[in-house]
């Protein structure tokens, strides 16, 4: 099955600085990457996701890049607000499980006012 | 994106009962899938729920501990069977269109 590692598990910045969570899948037969965002005593939130034929995906503030070759793909967000301050899980789905995802640990992400 | 409800939001049980949790989707979907996150860990996936046949368990999930139902295309139910503190989780349900899946608000389980 398909392993997703993800880090860091904390990342704390301050207000307006850019934050930057990684994430590495183990199956080469992976090629659609969801990022989610979880707010507390809330599902998870779909924020950006890309498949496995773009290298890059912008939408406002958020980036998701990918790299087939080495197995990894990063969340990119730039000018990071309070709000920003959540649970961010990667995953990673195979083409051959549609829908079946397989999440990272997640990382939890504090902005400093 | 379909609005997804989940009944009951939280419920305390007692050890050896079982709990089922509904999943409401506001539009009809072709996948339905259930996951397990517990405290303060990630999301495991337990089985995708079909319309019209079993769900399809993954690997350390069984239908006696964690029997679905979908009778249709808007609705599915997960029951957590014979419960220990172990179950002790957030069970939440998705549905998933063209790879993009959505999430419902999860049921905060607690087992005494």
């Known amino acids: 099955g398909e392993n997703v590692e993800q880090h860091p598990s904390t990342l704390s910045v301050q207000e307006g600085d850019s934050a930057v969570i990684k994430c590495t899948y183990s199956?080469?037969?992976?090629?659609?990457f969801p990022w989610y965002k979880q707010e507390l005593g809330k599902g998870p939130q779909l924020i950006i996701d890309?498949?496995?034929?773009?290298g890059e995906k912008k939408d406002q503030r958020i980036a998701v890049t990918l790299n087939k070759t080495a197995k990894h793909f990063s969340l990119h967000i730039t000018e990071t607000q309070p709000e920003d301050s959540a649970v961010y899980f990667c995953?990673?789905?195979?083409?051959?499980?549609?829908?079946?995802?397989?999440f990272g640990r997640g990382t939890q992400l504090t902005v400093w006012p | 994106s379909a609005v997804i409800s989940q009944k009951p939001s939280r419920d305390i049980c007692q050890r050896g009962t079982s709990l089922t949790i509904q999943c409401q989707v506001d539009?009809?979907?072709?996948?339905m899938f259930w996951y397990r996150q517990q405290p303060g860990q990630s999301l495991t996936l337990i089985a995708t729920?079909?319309?019209?046949?079993?769900?399809?368990?993954e690997s350390g999930f069984v239908i006696d501990k964690f029997p679905i139902s979908r009778p249709n295309l808007t609705f599915s139910t997960l029951t957590v069977s014979n419960m220990s503190p172990e179950d002790s989780s957030i069970y939440l349900c998705?549905?998933?269109?063209?790879?993009?899946?959505?999430f419902g608000p999860g049921t905060r389980l607690t087992v005494l």
């Open positions: 995953a990673a789905e195979r083409g051959s499980t549609l829908g079946r995802l397989y």
């Open positions: 199956d080469s037969a992976s090629n659609y």
């Open positions: 890309i498949r496995s034929n773009v």
């Open positions: 539009s009809q979907v072709t996948m």
């Open positions: 729920a079909n319309q019209g046949s079993e769900a399809t368990y």
């Open positions: 998705s549905e998933g269109a063209d790879n993009e899946q959505f």
